[in-house]
């Protein structure tokens, strides 16, 4: 009897843990599916707040630093939401995205670097890249 109590404890624990196990699975994945699509993380005045503190801004390069960034993204929010109402999701219309971010990135770049200098903006540019390739914390 006592084997049978045993066993029954044993494999009610199994049966306990490995639902438990697919239970946390589900909710990463449903995590990352209800995730925000392609929104700003961080403001655009924290955006300026972050750079005038790790590149030692003026307040005036502070000021128009935030204008270029809320500019920035107005632009970014309103072509987002020009490409969604589209619709389709087609390979062409997704690199012409891209093309037209990445040619926007170089002249944002090269305004960035008019109002804060070219030693400070390749700074920026250094800090940003560690930051991309720095390792993700797992969840």
């Keep these: 009897m006592k084997k049978y109590a045993m066993f029954m404890v044993a494999a009610m624990l199994m049966i306990g ?5 697919q239970n946390r699975q589900g909710q990463r994945q449903n995590r990352d599916n209800n995730r925000p699509r392609q929104e700003m ?11 005038a ?10 000021t128009k ?8 993204d107005a632009k970014r929010t309103e072509q987002i939401a020009k490409f969604r109402e589209q ?11 891209r093309s037209l971010r990445e040619k926007e990135m170089k002249e944002n ?6 109002i804060i200098g070219k ?21």
């Design 119 to 139: 030693e400070k903006a390749e700074k920026w540019n250094s800090l940003r890249q560690n930051r991309q390739n720095r390792p993700q914390r797992s969840l």
């Design 17 to 21: 843990m490995s639902v438990s196990a």
């Design 87 to 97: 619709g389709n999701q087609n390979a062409a219309n997704r690199e012409e995205m």
């Design 53 to 62: 503190k790790q590149l030692e801004l003026t307040a005036d390069q502070k």
């Design 109 to 114: 770049q090269a305004e960035l670097e008019k």
């Design 65 to 72: 630093v935030l204008e270029l960034l809320e500019k920035q």
């Design 41 to 51: 993380r961080i403001t655009a005045k924290e955006r300026a707040d972050q750079m």
